[in-house]
Every structure is written in structure tokens, then in C-alpha cells.
């Protein structure tokens, strides 16, 4: 060897072993309260150790499971992974771990991200065909981990339920994990629709460990779409899964040369202190990170509205006009028109011997008395309106976006009609431009859907989802409108969402300050997802205190409170204790009146202008910005039950009581949380008068006691640190 050619050698061999030295496969990310180191094995990637800090790591022993195969014209191509240094990407924000397959050719991201300095962090797995031809894939989790526990380590789970139609008698679970524990929570937008259906859960979950610190790890799903999540125990190992919903199977999805499979973003995130030790993280995280800044700029948000649905389908001019008078009259920000305003189902516009001169002259109006407008409007559903702009199943253009042939004596129900499958381009395109229409030709400050948006399951062989397994489907009709179960569900809503979010997206795009409220038949679109790309969610289908009171125990462990609206329907109220009771179980958080204001007394009138004051001056900023505490166990409406806001940047709060029904409970304490034991407080009780000034170290273990002598009244204490 000459010394030139032993010279190249060498400087080859620098390069090589230099490049392995510099080729990162370890990196670390972390927030004030959650770091995990990441590491790229040469066949996967995976999350090796999660930190919380003061609290005993956690230990992962699963590298993430990629694809095993991906199908070209019919036949199955296994996926061999090789981490790829060069294309992957590391910083203090953001790590991607690439991986490449050569045949079939296919490039996998793994991404972790942090969104704030505090808080979860955020994960997404990216698989792009670079192949010339069209691929199928199968199922790939958004995340799973296999978590290394002392099999003498007692812990503990917590998830909720969606409020959707009726909150159940449980709602908040919280289980104990022990050795050979299974469970699967799944959410859909289809929530309590079909009998025998197991309630759906917001896509979030907890795990503490039972000591001193109640320390522990969650994890959601950003997604509105069919997915689940699975948490298993055997013995020292704890397995969680997150993603789509891989039943029922096989799920295969349809990469076209080019695109790109996204699985649903998750978060994960380290806390202490137990539920409201983390929920006191996220909600302020789902605010900075999914929300939408331009609303959270408004002062009044959450806002106070009038809905007209307290008069059912019967609103007309006339009606809608008195009702704004006594909005701005009672003070709220923003007058709502419920179902009932359109021609018919599928044909938005307005129905001409209600509104012969429109609905930009009520919203004229609306704002003319200081009011926001908004409506109701359900616009995926297609019904049999001929008349111009309407979506009519009928429709040769249009009935193959139905997700199944309608029957030929199909009707639609009042306001219910077909749901379109927008993953379709040209439904998704027509559907685009009918809400910019709707919009902009009502001069809207808010949009609410309703029904049911997405699809559920298809039954065609043309649309861009997998086709249905005519072997393993079934069609059935539902209030009024046809559905379809099928391998190909998962596929069918991954896309539906997608366009949704996407159409959302343009929306907020072109109308800045436009509120969207995300209802969905009352409760059933409560996530992540949408969190992300609405402003405020119907959080349950039935407004009674006691209902609303249950959904928002259930959703305040995870959403920002100022999205959670509760509404305000007609209910027995003897004394104005009762009356009061019946406001303040749907003011916790958004609160919107649905009952014909008109009849009200006139004592129950100048009450409801009294506490809608209150709320806009003393408890809408504790609901945007304070820590939320759930000091009693879920209302049951038998016994008492609490909610406390702190502002520790305030130093002050508010404690909502609320007595139930039973004769011999007249009194209550509830223990508060987040306070300074050697402060000393100043208590107002707002009903009753009295003031009591205590020790923090008194509220955080005897509490507070408040008196009642009426069942189903209520008490507002409000709480102002007055020294230390
Ligand atoms: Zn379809």
C-alpha cells in the first residue's frame, strides 16, 4: 500500500468513525415538569426514560412498533426500518428520528415536540410513500409504551367520560391498576348514539402512582376521529397504547405515491399532586397550545349567550327580535338562534315566513344592541329540499356522497337529515363553500354545528378511505339517518376529520374573531381535536343543574373551563334559591341561557340580570385564568358538592356550593386546595353577607363551612388573600 492510497485510508476511516461519533441517537427534551430521553436503535425508535421532576423515573422497555409491511397491487411487502442520522433532526424543541425502508419505499418520522416551556410534550409518527405506485398500510400506533414498574407499586387510574346525550351515574373514573388489569376507552363522534354502546371518554389518560408525591404520567389524543386508548398491567410491566382505533380490523389506509399517513398527534405530560395537580398543567397548556389566540384576546370570552331553543323550533322575526331587547336588557354578549331559523334540513337558508327579510337584518340588530350573533346549523347533513343551494340526497352529484344508498322512502327528521362523507374532495370543497357562505351571508360571530358531522363508516368503493369488506358490514338507521360498521370505519373518520379540521382551519383563516361552538348532538365531539380548531363545546345533551353540573365535573379535569358550555334549560324552580341554583350549575364555565327569558317573573328576571353581572365581573376571569379544584366528590344532586377556582397571580378565588336534596345535610365543609397555610383569608359569602376572615392552614383542612336551609340552593363564597 503506498502511502498515498494509506493516507486516504486513513482520512476515510476519520470520516467514518467521525460521522458515527457525530450520528446522535440520544437526545433528551424536557419542560418544567416533563423531560424524556429519546433514542434511535437502529431498527426503531422509542422513548427509554420519563422524568418528573423529584419523583422516581419511569423506566420504558419498548421500542415503538413500526409498520411490518406495507401492500403494492395486492401483495404484501415486508418494511425493513434503518435509522436514517442524515435526515433526522435534533434541537431544544424538537427531535425527528428518520427512518427509511428501501423496498417498499417508504420514510417514517418519529416527532417529538415541546409547545411551551411547561406542559406535555407532543408526538406525531409521519409515513410517506416515495415509492412511484400506490400503497396500502396497515394500523400504525401514534404511541406505546412499556413502562417497568415495582410489581408492589399501587397505582392508580383516572379517566373521564363525554358528557354526550346524558352524563352517566360514574363519569370521572378512578380505578385501581393492579396485576392483570386491561381496559380500552375509545371516543368516536358517535358517543351513546347505538344501544349497547360503551360510553365513549374524552381520548385522555392518567396514571399516579399512590404515595406521598401522587405523581404519575398522562397522555391524550389530538383527534376527533375513531380511536382508543389501551392501559394493561402484568405484574412489573404497565403497557399503554394510543392511536386510531385499530378495531374492528383489519384498518389499512391508502398512500398514493407522494402522500403521507399522519398519525393523531398525542401528548404526554409528568405531574404531581394527583388529578388536579395535572389538570391545573394541562388546561392552562390546552389554552396556550390549542387554542385559538383571537379569541382568548377577547376580555368577555367566555362569553354570556341567549339561545332560542328554550322556544323550541318556533323561532321566528318577531321572537328573535324580543329576544335580543331582552338580552341586551339582561346584560349577556351574545344572542343565539337555535334549529328552527332554516327552510329545511340540507337547505340553509332562511325560512321565508319566519324571516322574510333574512337573517343579516336580526344580526344587524343583534349587534345594533351590543350583541354578538350566532346560529345553529348542521351543514354535513343532506336532506330533500329542491329548492336552489340545497344539499338534496336525491341529487344525482350528490348521492354518492351519501355513506350508503338511501332508501327511496327515506325522509329526513325535523333537523336531522343524511351525513355526507366530506372526506370526499368535491363534498368536502361544497361544504367548504356553503359555511363561508353561511357565514359571511349572516353576518356571523359564531357558528355552531350540531348532528352529526363526521361519517360513520362508508359503504362506497370510490371515496379516498378503504373500501367496505362487503363480507363484514352492516348498514342500519339511527334517529332518522343510515350508518354503516365496517373494517373501514377508522379510515373513513381519519379522512372526515381531516377535512373538517382542514375547512375549520380556512374559516378561522378568513374570519378572524369568528367563534365556533363544537356540539355535535350535545357532547359527543369533546376532545383534543377539536379543542384545537373550535372555541367552546356543548359539553352535554341534557341541561338540568344537576346534568350540567356532572358534565362539567367530568370535562374540567382536562379542558380549559372557559370551553366548556353549559346550557340553562327550564327547570322546576318553587324559590328563587331554586332559580339561582339553576343559573349557577351552568355558570362554572360558558354559560348559555336556553329558556324563554319573556316568562320569567319579575323577580326571577332581576335576579338573572344580578347574577349575569356577577359573572362578568367577578367569576369570567377566575374561569379564564385560575386553577381549578374539584373539592367534593361528583354531584350526585343528593348530597352537596363543590367547585373551587384559585388565582394564585390574584390571590384570589371562588368556591361554588351547591346543597342537593337531602333533608338533614343543612351544613357542608369543603376542604379547599392551593392556598397559603400561614395566610390569612377573607371570606365573602355572596347570598348570605356574612364575611370570616381565617387561616389558610384552617381551609386546607377543616375548610370551609357553609350553611344552607333550602335543597337545591347554592352559595357563591368568594376567597381574597388579605395578609400573610
Ligand atoms: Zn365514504
Known amino acids: 500500500m503506498s502511502d498515498k492510497i494509506r493516507l486516504s485510508v486513513l482520512v476515510s476511516l476519520i470520516v467514518l468513525f467521525g460521522c458515527a ?362 336532506g330533500l329540499s329542491t329548492q336552489p343551494g340545497a344539499l338534496n340526497a336525491r341529487d344525482p352529484k350528490v348521492r354518492n356522497w351519501m355513506v350508503t344508498d338511501i332508501p327511496q322512502d327515506w325522509k329526513p327528521e325535523p333537523f336531522k337529515g343524511q351525513t355526507i362523507d366530506i372526506g370526499v374532495p368535491e363534498a368536502k370543497e361544497w361544504a367548504e363553500h356553503e359555511v363561508n357562505r353561511i357565514i359571511t351571508d349572516y353576518h356571523l360571530d359564531m357558528l355552531e354545528h350540531d348532528g352529526y358531522l363526521v361519517a360513520h363508516g362508508c359503504d362506497r368503493a370510490d371515496h379516498p378511505h378503504a373500501a367496505p369488506d362487503p363480507l363484514n358490514k352492516c348498514v342500519y338507521k339511527s334517529s332518522g339517518a343510515y350508518f354503516v360498521d365496517g373494517p373501514n370505519a377508522t379510515d373513513v373518520s381519519y379522512h372526515a376529520v381531516r377535512a373538517y379540521y382542514e375547512i375549520y382551519s380556512k374559516m378561522r383563516q378568513s374570519h378572524p374573531g369568528l367563534l365556533f361552538e363544537v356540539c355535535n348532538d350535545g357532547g359527543r365531539m369533546v376532545d383534543f381535536g377539536t379543542a384545537a380548531h373550535g372555541d367552546y363545546f356543548s359539553i352535554t345533551d341534557t341541561y338540568d343543574p344537576l346534568s350540567n353540573r356532572r358534565a362539567f365535573y367530568d370535562t374540567s379535569h382536562v379542558l380549559p373551563p372557559a370551553m366548556l358550555e353549559s346550557y340553562v334549560e327550564k327547570w322546576p324552580v318553587p324559590r328563587i334559591e331554586n332559580f339561582r341554583y339553576m343559573l349557577r350549575s351552568g355558570m362554572m364555565g360558558w354559560l348559555t341561557i336556553m329558556l324563554d327569558t319573556n316568562a320569567w317573573s319579575a323577580e326571577q328576571h332581576a335576579e338573572a340580570k344580578k347574577e349575569i353581572a356577577l359573572y362578568k365581573k367577578e367569576l369570567r376571569g377566575l374561569i379564564r385564568d385560575a386553577n381549578l379544584y374539584h373539592v367534593s366528590p361528583r354531584p350526585d344532586g343528593v348530597h352537596w358538592d363543590g367547585i373551587e377556582y384559585w388565582d394564585p397571580e390574584r390571590k384570589r378565588g371562588v368556591l361554588y356550593a351547591f346543597r342537593g336534596t337531602v333533608e338533614n345535610e343543612k351544613t357542608h365543609s369543603f376542604v379547599l386546595h392551593g392556598l397559603q397555610p400561614a395566610a390569612q383569608y377573607l371570606l365573602k359569602f355572596h347570598d348570605s353577607g356574612a364575611t370570616r376572615t381565617v387561616t389558610g392552614s384552617q381551609l386546607l383542612s377543616g375548610g370551609v363551612n357553609v350553611a344552607l336551609n333550602v335543597p337545591n340552593s347554592s352559595e357563591l363564597i368568594f376567597i381574597e388573600e388579605v395578609s400573610k
Not at 34 to 52: C, G, H, K, N, S
Not at 161 to 185: L, M, Y
Not at 210 to 229: K, L, M, T
Not at 243 to 269: A, I, Q
Open 21 to 382: 461519533a457525530i450520528a446522535q441517537t440520544k437526545a433528551r427534551l424536557r419542560t418544567s415538569d416533563t423531560e424524556l430521553a429519546l433514542e434511535a436503535l437502529p431498527e426503531a425508535p422509542r422513548v427509554a426514560q420519563f422524568d418528573f421532576p423529584g419523583q422516581p423515573a419511569w423506566q420504558n422497555r419498548a421500542s415503538e412498533a413500526l409498520i411490518p409491511f406495507a401492500e403494492i397491487s395486492g401483495e404484501k411487502a415486508a418494511c425493513s426500518w434503518k435509522f436514517n442520522s442524515e435526515a433526522s433532526r435534533i434541537s431544544d424543541q424538537q427531535v425527528v428520528f428518520v427512518y427509511d425502508s428501501a423496498s417498499p419505499h417508504l420514510r417514517l418520522s418519529w416527532e417529538w415536540r415541546t409547545r411551551q416551556s411547561y406542559g406535555p410534550l407532543e408526538h406525531q409518527v409521519r409515513i410517506e410513500n416515495l415509492d412511484n405506485r400506490e400503497m396500502w398500510i396497515p394500523m400504525q400506533d401514534s404511541l406505546a409504551f412499556d413502562w417497568q414498574v415495582d410489581p408492589k407499586q399501587a397505582l392508580q387510574q383516572l379517566f373521564v367520560e363525554k358528557g354526550a346525550n346524558t352524563p352517566s351515574n360514574a363519569g370521572t373514573h378512578q380505578v385501581p391498576v393492579g396485576d392483570g388489569f386491561h381496559w380500552t376507552g375509545t371516543s368516536s363522534t358517535y358517543g351513546d348514539l347505538f344501544e349497547n354502546q360503551p360510553r365513549e371518554i374524552i381520548p385522555w389518560t392518567l396514571v399516579e402512582r399512590n404515595d406521598a408525591g401522587h405523581s404519575g404520567w398522562y397522555a391524550g389524543i389530538e383527534f376527533s376521529g375513531r380511536i382508543r386508548v389501551a392501559l394493561s398491567r402484568e405484574k412489573d410491566s404497565l403497557q399503554a397504547a394510543l392511536g386510531l382505533n385499530p378495531d374492528p380490523s383489519p384498518f389499512r389506509t391508502r398512500l398514493k405515491p407522494g402522500e403521507s399517513f399522519e398519525s393523531p398527534v398525542v401528548f404526554f405530560g409528568g405531574f404531581r399532586d394527583g388529578p388536579d395537580g395535572a389538570g391545573n398543567v394541562l388546561r392552562p397548556w390546552v389554552r396556550a397550545v390549542l387554542g385559538n389566540p383571537e379569541t382568548w384576546k377577547d376580555p368577555n370570552y367566555p362569553l354570556v349567550v341567549n339561545n332560542s331553543w328554550g322556544g323550541g323550533m318556533q323561532v321566528n322575526e318577531e321572537i328573535a327580535e324580543r329576544m335580543i331587547r331582552d338580552s341586551a336588557e339582561l346584560g349577556v354578549d351574545m344572542f343565539h338562534i337555535d334549529a328552527g331559523w332554516f327552510r329545511d334540513v340540507g337547505d340553509w337558508y332562511p325560512n321565508p315566513e319566519k324571516f322574510p327579510r333574512g337573517l343579516g337584518v336580526i344580526a344587524d340588530d343583534a349587534h345594533k344592541h351590543g350583541l354578538k350573533f350566532g346560529i345553529w346549523v348542521d351543514w354535513t347533513q343532506a
